[in-house]
């Protein structure tokens, strides 16, 4: 960590929440005792105690609505300390630190340096807090002629980092009891509010994320798409990204304090590419955060995978005694070109607006989102291609004997069929549609792929389903014309799936099983599937077995012994 406030933050070495990692990057570490009472025994208890009462709450909507007055709760004292803050001093100290955060999360990623117990846990929570905390001096009118004494401005993030923490905390349990509605209820004890949540679906849930995910979590992208896209910027800014992102690391690296002129990097870039000035601006703005553009605090943790954050955004513009101010963090460049490379480039939520709204740029990610599903196809039919097992792909119609095809591509209610493999061995027939899904890792990302899935797209397969089921005929007569096959499937089974580019919370809970990319194999041939979870109840000598669909289907029970 070679920053500004580098030499400060050593020198307080005696912080007691500020650790040092390989020996140099400085990191908090999360107090939650210091602010409990406070915030929660005598803030949020008495609120919700006001609004609720006392009584026990299992009611599925009022659970909502208590967990998100909880988050509104936490949004709005984190927001209210944060705009208290008006140094440009306190959000360089936040800057710093979210700095060291990002080299931290790549040495670690890169098991340069290893992380201890009393960080890990609460790492990626840390780092977004920052993010946010940082966000806010967009919103802001700093100045740097008032000082603050260090000590007082980390008692300040650490006390935001409490805060920030709770508000991550409350919006990751409401995501998750949207979409396993009965895993909490709420009580109080001795006057103090708490979130409980049922025993077994609490470790159900615990056991899947960890134990299957881990397991899945081999996401597929196209890696050739971000040269495209750097091509693409080359043909209609005539800017070339990569001495783009370079001017950014040298005029960061010549400056004392981390901090640019805005003004000054599209007039460097227009010289060095021999572009216009007003290409160059849009460029730079494509990668810029101010209050033109950034979200509240609420919309910034419900919708994380908005490209309208300092995440995919490295250049933060703050108003310093009335002058605008670039902060730009070396690591900070680098994770963010990095979040566009491998998730950003793929989704045209994520790529800026300020490119979007070139003609050529526009139609360049539409047609690369248009041709996701089909990459993913690509790598699933490598899966079945001399597998043995007959299979047809984009099905749109069906070949009949002595008669016309029967269409379904344009047939109300049904239309193409993404796969339909026949396994003989097993006497199964699988029915699948292809999902092509953003990368996510929390509760809160999770859920939007659990909408899509139960409001649009098992109605989708429902419907296919349902119409192979009833046309078991047409698909005989087209496999014994197109693979020759001298066996019935007439009383074959036939089973509706998924298949996946990455792990998602639907995989555990849905009406159709979602199967990921390097589990497809093995799903078809029956050598693996969602495995039966058991649940010892020794005080009352039961067992409880689940099975998938996990949190909606109920438990067989079986005495022990």
């Known amino acids: 960590m070679q920053g500004y406030f580098c030499g400060w933050l050593l020198v307080i070495s005696f912080y007691m929440a500020l650790i040092y990692v390989g020996e140099t990057i400085p990191v908090l570490t999360l107090e939650r005792e210091l602010f ?78 290893q992380l201890p117990d009393s960080i890990i846990d609460h790492f990626t929570v840390y780092r977004r807090v920052l993010m946010l905390i940082f966000e806010q001096a967009c919103d802001i009118e700093l100045t740097a002629k008032k000082h603050v004494d260090l000590t007082e401005a980390l008692d300040v993030i650490q006390e935001l980092y409490y805060l920030g923490f709770r508000c991550y905390d409350f919006a990751m349990q409401l995501a998750t009891h949207k979409m396993t ?58 800017i070339d990204f990569d001495e783009a992102i370079q001017l950014v690391h040298f005029l960061v690296r010549s400056s004392s304090d981390h901090t640019i002129k805005p003004s000054v990097l599209p007039i460097h870039l227009a010289n060095v590419c021999g572009t216009s000035r007003d290409r160059a601006s ?63 480039v793929h989704w045209k939520e994520d790529v800026p607006d300020e490119w979007l709204e070139d003609e050529g740029v526009h139609n360049f990610v539409q047609k690369k989102r248009d041709a996701h599903s089909r990459l993913l196809e690509d790598e699933i039919e490598r ?26 591509g344009q047939q109300k209610g049904v239309g193409e069929i993404d796969f339909i493999i026949v396994n003989k ?72 799936v998924f298949f996946i580019n990455t792990p998602t919370f639907y995989m555990f809970d849905g009406k159709y099983k979602a199967v990921t990319l390097n589990r497809i194999k093995d799903f078809i041939e029956g050598s693996w599937d969602f495995p039966d979870i058991t649940i010892n109840d020794d005080e009352n000598n039961r067992i409880f077995t689940y099975s998938h669909p996990y949190f909606s289907k109920p438990p067989v029970i079986t005495r022990q012994g």
Not at 383 to 400: D, L
């Open 282 to 344: 849009t460029f730079y703005s494509g990668l810029t955060i101010s209050r033109k553009n950034k979200q509240c605090i609420k919309n910034t943790i419900l919708k994380p995978l908005s490209g309208k954050r300092y995440f995919y955004r490295p250049i933060l513009i703050a108003v310093v005694d009335g002058v605008e101010k670039a902060f730009v963090g070396e690591y900070k460049v680098l994770e963010s070109i990095r979040a566009l490379e491998t998730n950003g």
């Open 36 to 113: 409990e009472g406070k915030y929660w025994n005598q803030g949020l208890s008495p609120f919700i105690a006001n609004k609720y009462g006392h009584g026990t709450i299992s009611d599925r909507e009022e659970v909502d609505m208590v967990l998100m007055d909880c988050f509104e709760y936490f949004v709005d004292k984190f927001e209210t300390l944060v705009r208290q803050q008006d140094t440009e001093m306190f959000f360089r100290c936040v800057f710093e630190l979210c700095d060291a955060s990002i080299e931290l999360a790549y040495r670690n990623l890169s098991k340069s340096i």
């Open 425 to 496: 061995d097993r006497q199964k027939v699988f029915i699948a549609e292809t999902k092509y899904c953003r990368t996510r890792c929390d509760p809160i990302a999770f859920r939007a792929d659990y909408t899509n899935f139960k409001d649009r797209y098992e109605p989708q397969l429902s419907n296919k389903e349902t119409w192979l089921r009833s046309n078991l005929k047409i698909l005989q007569e087209d496999l014994e014309l197109t693979f020759q096959i001298n066996y019935s499937i007439l009383d074959f089974d036939l089973e509706a």
């Open 383 to 408: 899966i079945f291609v001399g597998s043995g097992c007959p299979y047809c792909r984009n099905v749109e119609s069906f070949r009949q004997k002595g008669k016309n095809n029967v269409n379904i």
């Open 181 to 238: 509605p009965n895993i909490f209820y709420t009580e109080f004890v001795n006057g103090i509010f708490i979130l409980s949540h049922h025993i077994h679906l609490d470790e159900i849930n615990r056991f899947l994320l960890k134990a299957e995910l881990d397991a899945d979590y081999k996401a597929f992208y196209n890696p050739s798409v971000f040269d495209e896209l750097k091509k693409t910027i080359k043909d209609r800014f005539f």
